[in-house]
């Protein structure tokens, strides 16, 4: 049977977990199976998380532990060493690691997504900016509908959607801590009140004050908790697992928490 004739599995949302699964199916599938890859939104790659422009909004991991493919984990840390000057702002070096801006994670999707549709995987992956609206079964597969009136026969499909944004607030308080558009509005000298203290009030405090906002700024949390900062931290070799504990999810888990105390000691 040729490419051609084969229909592709579809991959419904191109934000990290989109992109990420449609990369690993080019890697894993036979070569004449294609894949598509659907995203309503203007972009493909980054996604609600990693679309933030803003480069105070950093990853809450290591660079060391961000790499797309587990088999090259320093991939995105030497990304990040082949960035220009003009970048800096969104690096941190710290003692604890070096930590970087979503939005530079969200061009390195980005970048890893082009070079799988123009060289690596040229044909076989194909991306389609429309929103799915149904997925009807047929046979061995489905009938996938789009909004935009396409239609396409499917072998499977991989549901990415993430998490869609809240809808309008008709209140005076605002339900997305993102959508900087009103942060311009505040009274420069009253205070700014955010529910809950985890790592949303920090992304929103870090918008608030790029966007000029120089008053008082209040975080009330329920549990009077606050996001733990990264200790400084070695390479934990990865566990060399047995039969027995990859046959067996409670043996797994197990082991995985013994290495963790064992790392923590």
Request: aromatic letters at 6%; hydrophobic letters at 40%; proline letters at 8%.
């Amino acid at each position: 049977m040729t490419r051609a004739s084969l229909p592709p599995v579809a991959v419904i949302g191109a934000g990290f977990s989109g992109t990420m699964a449609a990369l690993q199916l080019l890697s894993t599938l036979p070569p004449e199976r294609p894949v598509l890859l659907c995203e309503r939104g203007g972009s493909f790659g980054r996604g609600l998380a990693y679309g933030t422009g803003n480069p105070a909004h950093l990853l809450n991991l290591r660079a060391t532990n961000m790499s797309a493919f587990p088999d090259r984990p320093r991939n995105f840390e030497e990304w990040l060493g082949r960035l220009g000057p003009e970048e800096a702002e969104g690096i941190r070096a710290t003692p604890a690691g070096t930590f970087a801006a979503r939005g530079l994670f969200g061009r390195y999707l980005t970048e890893l997504l082009s070079e799988a549709v123009t060289r690596l995987h040229a044909g076989r992956l194909q991306l389609l900016p429309d929103a799915v609206t149904d997925l009807e079964p047929r046979g061995d597969g489905f009938r996938l509908h789009t909004e935009g009136g396409q239609s396409f026969t499917v072998a499977g499909a991989v549901l990415a959607m993430g998490n869609l944004a809240t809808a309008p607030s008709r209140s005076r308080h605002s339900l997305d801590p993102w959508d900087t558009e009103h942060f311009g509005r505040l009274h420069p000298h009253a205070p700014v009140l955010i529910l809950g203290t985890g790592l949303t009030m920090l992304d929103a405090v870090a918008s608030l004050r790029a966007h000029g906002f120089a008053g008082a700024i209040l975080a009330l949390s329920r549990r009077g908790l606050v996001p733990n900062g990264h200790a400084p931290a070695k390479t934990w070799a990865a566990p060399d697992f047995t039969p027995a504990e990859l046959a067996s999810l409670p043996r797994l888990l197990t082991r995985i928490r013994t290495e963790v105390a064992r790392a923590g000691a």
